[in-house]
């Protein structure tokens, strides 16, 4: 199934591994097989994950941008979550839809489960810092 894409003037995608950056007007164009896409407002810079699950989704980008080095991925990912589960006990069960997804090569899905991780963990510091 192809994947229709409508890009803002501007706006960067990575379309398996290439960059692209479209220019002035808005452009639309059909991708018509089955590649790693992350649109510009998805992609997580390394020097942007500074928490615990920034990194846990920087590391499940990596998973889904390059599959070359899954291994690695996969064993940094395992240590993160394992850490935050550690110290965040209540997102077990997320973590757990995280790791089915990654489990089943589900990257793209695995990413937008992490971007609620991400949710859940500034709630949870919100919380924490209104009890201090």
Do not use: C
């Amino acid at each position: 199934m192809a994947l229709r894409i409508t890009l803002n003037p501007y706006e960067k995608i990575i379309i398996a591994g290439a960059v692209i950056i479209n220019g002035n007007a808005a452009t639309h164009f059909i991708v018509d097989n089955k590649v790693p896409i992350l649109r510009e407002k998805d992609i997580l810079k390394e020097e942007d994950a500074q928490t615990p699950a920034s990194r846990i989704y920087f590391a499940i980008q990596l998973m889904y941008m390059d599959p070359v080095n899954l291994t690695s991925y996969h064993k940094l990912y395992w240590e993160l979550v394992g850490d935050f589960v550690s110290a965040a006990p209540t997102t077990l069960k997320l973590i757990d839809g995280i790791s089915e997804q990654i489990l089943g090569s589900r990257y793209y899905q695995a990413l937008k489960l992490a971007r609620k991780l991400i949710e859940r963990e500034q709630a949870l510091i919100s919380s924490a810092m209104k009890q201090v």
